[in-house]
């Protein structure tokens, strides 16, 4: 008998954390997103001279605009204070560990979701609350893990795979909607947890901190990644400067930029399932379907646009300053034009839908924006420089719910909503103004760990 053997093929390793840098923004989206499409299936119609009585999806309870807003709030007010702690636990004990032990955790808080609210509000509120406190780890430890695995010319794609978040959108509420309408709301919030305890049994097996602790890596890989990133990362363990970065003029661009897109991210995020099926009237399920649309389109752009920022790169086309700045067309302008432009004509639900997911389609461009942006100042501090940005962008998280409740508190209607648009756009767009002004690509001195190397390895200015 003859037997023949077939030639190994050699996966790389750093695809292989790519991936799951992917499943893990998908998990922190599943936690983050589902409390967006079940709330609508657990309260009571607010809607005046409505007396057609609800679905049967579970008990519904009596929570007001207000009410919603602030439990729709209340993970990022929790996110918001471990995101720059989470960037310094990421550099000094592994983005692996930290991000991994974090999912375990707040898998287990999905699961209790719904004994909260049968208790009360601020139940849910706590507990949503430490769900975010415990995952503000996530993009830091992240954004760590990319400035140890992603070589230069790799970076747009590695980034792009953060969009898994956005990923997580796209089948959350969709399925959550086809859940509830199946089984109840409280299953959705059962599954939901299933799934991230199960993933993240993947992510310790193959995630590493960097090339050097992996255990499978080749050698020749691992030698093409360490030379890749040459002395501008290191893996010793360090305090940030942070009188240095913020006294950064480029930072504070990063800062604003960032801004200006989570803004947009978050109002999308928290109130396009309530605007589709309490404004435009869409049932449940095609809420969820169709609010999950516009994130689809956002990750696929951000391959796109990641995979052509690498393809200018490669070429040294563009210097990355100018790179940064030029997509900032794409990421930030057009999406806040487009929401301006539903402010008037949103009246149409499809026309509604459509311009929703061109604006935030658009946005997948951040990916090479303000997501990457932090790599660029300082690879070294790259997850503390995330956690700070991330924590001031987190606000909208919080702040949109609260917007949209104040405008729509009266009278839920399109006309309401109409200046809720508005502020949307500008928000997108002013940022982007500022950061062509101030905004750089460049390594900043306090990079550097021994005191005067930063002008060696400043990459480029303009």
């Not at 499409?37 to 929570?63: C, F, L, Q």
Request: one cysteine or more; glycine letters at 10%; a positive charge.
């Amino acid at each position: 008998m003859v037997f023949i053997t077939l030639p190994k093929i050699y996966v790389p390793r750093r695809l292989n954390v790519a991936i799951m840098l992917f499943m893990g923004c998908f998990l922190g989206y599943v936690m983050r997103t589902n409390l967006s499409i079940n709330i609508i299936a657990m309260v009571e119609n607010t809607k005046p001279n409505v007396t057609i009585p609800s679905p049967d999806y579970g008990p519904r309870y009596n929570w007001t605009q207000n009410d919603q807003a602030l439990l729709l709030g209340a993970y990022f007010y929790g996110y918001m204070l471990t995101s720059i702690p989470g960037g310094i636990l990421a550099e000094n004990f592994g983005g692996t560990r930290v991000l991994g032990y974090s999912f375990l955790l707040t898998g287990v808080l999905t699961a209790l979701t719904p004994a909260a609210a049968a208790l009360d509000k601020w139940a849910v509120f706590a507990l949503r609350f430490s769900q975010g406190f415990i995952q503000g780890v996530l993009y830091p430890c992240c954004h760590n893990l990319i400035s140890k695995w992603a070589p230069p010319d790799e970076k747009g794609k590695f980034v792009a795979s953060l969009m898994g978040g956005t990923f997580g959108t796209v089948i959350t509420w969709p399925v959550s909607g086809l859940i509830i309408q199946a089984l109840g709301w409280h299953w959705a919030f059962y599954v939901a947890a299933i799934v991230i305890l199960c993933g993240m049994t993947l992510w310790f097996i193959f995630v590493a901190d960097n090339p050097a602790k992996h255990k499978t890596i080749s050698a020749e890989e691992r030698q093409y990644i360490e030379k890749s990133l040459g002395v501008n990362v290191s893996n010793k363990n360090r305090i940030p400067p942070y009188w240095s970065i913020m006294k950064s003029t480029p930072f504070w661009g990063l800062i604003l930029l960032h801004y200006g897109s989570m803004w947009g991210l978050f109002f999308l995020l928290t109130a396009t399932p309530k605007f589709l099926s309490e404004v435009l009237g869409f049932n449940l399920s095609s809420a969820g379907f169709i609010a999950s649309l516009p994130h689809l389109v956002r990750m696929l752009g951000a391959f796109a646009f990641g995979s052509l920022a690498d393809w200018i790169r490669r070429r040294d086309w563009l210097t990355v300053t100018a790179m940064r700045k030029i997509f900032c067309i794409p990421s930030h302008i057009l999406p806040g034009v487009f929401l301006i432009i539903l402010a008037y004509f949103g009246k149409d639900p499809y026309v509604s839908v459509a311009l929703m997911t061109i604006s935030l389609g658009f946005n997948g461009a951040a990916s090479v924006t303000n997501l990457q942006n932090s790599q660029d100042l300082a690879p070294n501090y790259a997850g503390t420089l995330y956690g700070i940005i991330n924590f001031l962008g987190t606000t909208p998280g919080f702040f949109s719910p609260m917007l949209v409740a104040a405008f729509t508190e009266e009278n839920n209607a399109i006309e309401q909503w109409h200046w809720v648009f508005i502020i949307g756009g500008l928000i997108y767009i002013i940022p982007a103004l500022i950061f062509w002004l101030i905004g750089s690509g460049s390594v900043q001195k306090w990079n550097e760990l021994e005191g005067k190397e930063g002008e060696k390895t400043t990459m480029d200015k303009i």
